[in-house]
């Protein structure tokens, strides 16, 4: 069972940086937010699945019987949210630079390009 | 005490700021100069100690833990140093402030306040017993003499000049940082005192050569030794006030100082004084070779300056009691001196305009006091009796000739000191005395605080030699004492009868006066030999400056011109690399899970459907395919969750999902549809074989974590005390809202601040357009969904309610229900438009957000009140009529969040669909 989730996991990373590696913006944020998944899933996965059984102490008991393990998934849920987050932000990003630029492949927005090439010396500095 | 001392020189220099903007012209620098002197008073207290052979030591713990003391010790050797620095910066101060009167007052403010802290640095780092904060004192100095060599910001020189003191002085502070540290870790322990105590112990180590060779290189930088010996001259670019105070009295002898401390573990090594003696021999040539070259009369000065400062290099490098007597002596004598005829220059270069040797003359019937001050100091430059300087020359030939050191240095020595009483006479005699009628006028006459410093110091010299009693018994014999390590009784006295080292003085004022008969026609004669020019070590800095440049410039154009895509391969293909590499080279093999478990049907159609939506969304063409993918990955994430017993989990990443598909859909219908490949054929098979490497990795890595047993103990901690102590049954909840509470206020402020990202990019512009298009209504929606939006507005909200409410016993919590009801008005969003929503939330959401997020931090106030700790939930019971219930703080907590993510959402929900509706 934990196999499958590693093999998913794994699978997931794969693809997500294959999309990551593309000059289209929005592949780029898919595939983040594909590799945000995965890591998720990797995070999950730490807890060694086990037990299926919720992390909730049951009526009656004191403690936590046996059950998935708590901390990994306190982990995972803010990481979900912040994940999405991120890839909302980056989705606006986008659509401002279409609508700025006018494009969305990664080697056309060159807007910082067009102030010059930092590494050429400036003329006549102190010396 | 000294603490107080240096702490009250520390907050004074920082006052000088904002007082010296206020007060008027002509009484800046008197004032100011109280604050030197009132510490020069300070310090003059210790006398009777000082003056007893004892020392005065202050330890104050600054972090007991790593073992760092602040410690501050007066010897008799910082006393010295005390007392020059506050007594000479008193004058320099009283100086600038008439030196700078056409300046603006925030100038003259910068300037005299740049002056003291110089003065507050020094004085920390001659009292300083840790070698830690001695350094931090030490590049302190660097700093500000950066800063005042550069403090005509407008002057390309200015600016070159203060670049390079900073590169040469910073860098030795960069060797003697790598020395102290090497002493720290080799001793144990950082005091001054114990590693000279300690030396024969570092000369065991293999790292004696080193701390002995960073040790030089900081003294041999800060002192401007041969070949660091160039940034002196430059330095000249600073206003006459700071070169006066700064390179010749204080900061261009911290090299010295340094040296005499460490003088024990120099002297273990046997090539540590050769070495010394060595650079210093050469600094005194080269120094004396181009003070004799020099026109400008602040170079000629600083030229010189360079050559003192090698005979006290020399001084110290040589051995016997005589040597330290004599450095001594020499040290005071020169900063008496020196000092006085920089001022003297500054008063003509401020009064003529002038600063060429050749071009001043007949300067005493202008500047009368001025001309008498300079004759003073070089009278006692030239080593003349009855003046100090005399005596210190007398000193130097005796330690000369008790030392082991022969021929060589004696006759270096001979040499230099007749040039420089040759440039002593020249910088005197042609100026003011000579010349009569190359000067027609001056601007500025004499002003008694131009006078006040060079005349004190001038007559200064003159009355210690008189009257040595006092000076013997309280400055010179207890710091002669320090540097030696073993009490010396000093006898300075003016006549001790016809002696070798007397017929040496008058062979070297002969000599000297002869060189400055002859001055014109030699100096003329060195600077035609134009071939040295390109042999100057400041040549050599330019070059490795421009080497530096070019290939930093290469090294960019390799590294840095990448697309963000090849970056991106570099990164991933690296770390792939390197770890593969790990692994083979360890030969490891990776231990796979003894019990791979019955293989179900559900979970393995549930795996290959995730795996089918990634491999789409990677493989489509267009957008909307490659987001649909993505979605279905998601769904299937949090099936995952679901089946693997994580249900919060599962809520959060449906929640997410419906909320992505809602988002990115606003985006999508902006943006155009079609999304060809933007890579050649090729170059897609490269990602793909990179990307293959690195799941492959990950997955036999993951497999090696599954068969790796997992330490439980603070799950299981969690497990036991979740109910027992924070009285809740969902262990997540509670570690979320309870035991790492701190970390999910973190998360939430992120969350936050992700809604003022969105709203800076989405809100007021978008508000803006939409006013200047014509509004349109909403188009149509579905009529079942405008039908249902209402009931399922309403069900949502109250359902996120519920679950808020339910989320520390049962499965929910703050970020579940949150985003549940940011559903609630998407749908409200997309049914009936975007004003609609907005009107049933009533507030903006990014005060809902920003309140959210205040409620969550206040929710750990109450806890931080009655128990000291913030963010200790308290619980209340409340009754109300025949029900009881149990409710604490972490209800405000998960209210918090709630209203964050709501709040967050809502910014980027409103302002997409905003967009998306233009």
Known sequence: MSVLLALVASGLVGCGLYMVLSRHVVRMVLGLSLLTTAVNLVLFLTGRVRSTQPPLIREGSERLGDSADPLPQALVLTAIVIGFALTVILAVLTLRAWRAQGTVRSDELRAARALGDPSTPEPGGDR | ?918
């Open chain 2, 1 to 918: 005490m000294l603490l107080a001392l240096l702490l009250a020189s520390l907050v004074g220099s920082a006052a000088a700021w904002p007082l010296g903007r206020t007060l008027g012209q002509r009484s800046v620098g008197w004032l100011l100069a109280l604050l030197p002197a009132a510490l020069f008073a300070g310090f003059l207290r210790f006398a009777p100690i000082i003056a007893a052979g004892r020392e005065v030591v202050e330890r104050r713990g600054w972090a007991p833990s790593l073992g760092v003391e602040l410690t501050l010790r007066l010897d008799g050797f910082a006393f010295l140093f005390c007392l020059l620095v506050t007594g000479v910066g008193a004058l320099v101060v009283i100086y600038a402030g008439a030196y700078l009167a056409e300046r603006t007052a925030a100038d003259r403010a910068r300037f005299l306040a740049l002056t003291l802290l110089f003065m507050t640095a020094m004085l920390g780092t001659v009292l300083a017993d840790d070698l830690i904060a001695l350094f931090v004192f030490w590049e302190a100095t660097s700093v500000i003499s950066f800063l005042l060599i550069g403090f005509d910001v407008d002057s390309p020189s200015a600016r070159r000049a203060a670049l390079m003191s900073l590169r040469v002085t910073a860098g030795g502070g960069l060797a003697l940082l790598a020395a102290i540290l090497l002493a720290g870790a080799v001793l144990g322990s950082y005091s001054l005192a114990e590693v000279a105590s300690r030396a024969p112990q570092l000369a065991g180590t293999p790292w004696i050569g080193a701390i002995v060779a960073g040790v030089l290189v900081g003294a041999c930088t800060k002192s401007a030794q041969f070949p660091f010996h160039f940034w002196l001259p430059n330095a000249m670019q600073a206003p006459t006030p700071a070169s006066a105070y700064l390179h010749s009295a204080t900061m261009v002898k911290l090299g010295i100082y340094l040296l005499a401390r460490f003088e024990p573990v120099i002297a273990v090594v046997p090539w540590g004084r050769d070495t010394v003696v060595g650079i210093a021999l050469a600094t005194m040539l080269v120094g004396a070779f181009l003070a004799m070259r020099a026109e400008n009369y602040k170079a000629v000065l600083a030229y010189s300056t360079v050559a003192s400062l090698g005979i006290l290099m020399m001084l110290v490098g040589m051995d016997g009691p005589m040597a330290s007597v004599a450095m001594i002596g020499f040290l005071v004598a020169h900063a008496l001196y020196k000092a006085t005829l920089f001022f003297c220059a500054g008063t003509v270069i401020h009064a003529t305009g002038l600063s060429n040797l050749r071009l001043l003359g007949g300067l005493w019937r202008f500047l009368p006091v001025t001309a008498l001050a300079s004759m003073l100091a070089s009278l006692s430059m030239a080593g003349l009796p009855p003046f100090f300087g005399f005596i210190s020359k007398e000193l130097l030939f005796e330690a000369q000739i008790e030392s082991s050191w022969d021929v060589v240095p004696m006759t270096v020595a001979l040499i230099v000191n007749s040039v420089i009483v040759g440039v002593a006479c020249v910088v005197t005699l042609r100026p003011f005395f000579l010349g009569r009628g190359r000067v027609r006028e001056v601007r500025h006459r004499e002003v008694t605080a131009l006078l006040v410093g060079p005349m004190l110091l001038a007559l200064l010299g003159l009355v210690i030699s008189v009257e040595p009693d006092w000076f013997d018994r309280t400055v010179l014999g207890p710091a002669v004492s320090a540097v030696y390590g073993a009490p010396i009784v000093v006898n300075v006295q003016l006549w001790h009868g016809v002696t070798p080292m007397l017929l040496l003085s008058m062979a070297v004022v002969t000599i000297g006066v002869l060189l400055f008969v002859y001055w014109i026609p030699i100096h003329q004669r060195l600077r035609a030999q134009t071939l040295l020019d390109r042999y100057e070590a400041e040549h050599a800095y330019d070059l490795l400056l421009r080497g530096i440049e070019a290939a930093a410039r290469r090294v960019h154009a390799l590294l840095q011109r990448l697309e963000l895509r090849d970056q991106l391969g570099v990164i991933f293909g690296a770390a792939a690399a390197f770890v593969a590499w790990g692994l083979l080279a360890a030969r490891v093999t990776p231990r796979l899970p003894g019990d791979w478990g019955a293989l179900r049907v559900g979970p393995a159609l549930m795996a290959l459907v995730g795996l089918a939506g990634a491999i789409g969304a990677a493989r489509a063409r267009s957008v909307l395919g490659a987001m649909i993918g993505t979605g279905l990955v998601g769904l299937v994430a949090a099936l995952e969750f679901l089946t693997y017993g994580a249900p919060d989990i599962a809520l959060t990443q449906f929640a997410v999902e419906s909320l992505v598909v809602v988002l990115l859909t606003a985006v999508l219908l902006v943006l155009p549809l079609s999304a060809p490949s933007t890579r050649t054929a090729r170059a897609r098979w490269r990602d793909a074989a990179l990307a293959a490497a690195v799941s492959l990795l990950l997955f036999v890595a993951l497999l090696d974590m599954i068969a790796t047993p997992q330490p439980t103990e603070v799950s299981a901690y969690f497990g036991a005390h979740s109910l027992v102590d924070a009285l809740g049954r969902n262990v997540v909840n509670v570690i979320l809202v309870d035991f790492r509470g701190f970390d999910t206020l973190g998360e939430t402020t992120v969350i936050a601040l992700a809604a003022v990202i969105g709203w800076s990019l989405l809100g007021p512009r978008g508000r803006e357009r939409a006013e200047r298009t014509p509004a349109h209504a909403a188009p149509r929606a579905a009529f079942v969904l405008e039908f249902a939006s209402p009931l399922f507005f309403r069900l949502l909200v109250l359902l996120s309610i519920v679950v808020l409410l339910r989320g520390h016993d049962e499965i929910g919590g703050g970020f579940v229900g949150g985003l549940t009801a940011s559903l609630a008005f998407a749908i409200v969003a997309l049914a009936q438009g975007v004003d609609e929503a907005r009107r049933r939330l009533r507030l903006s959401p990014l005060t809902l957000a920003g309140g959210g997020l205040l409620l969550a931090v206040a929710s750990g106030l109450p806890g931080l009140v009655t128990h000291g700790d913030y963010l200790r939930h308290l619980w209340f019971e409340l009754h109300a009529g025949s029900v009881q219930l149990e409710q604490g703080t972490t209800l405000l907590f998960d209210l918090g969040v709630y209203l964050a993510v709501l709040g967050t959402v809502l910014t980027f929900l409103f302002g997409l669909a905003q967009e998306a509706e233009r």
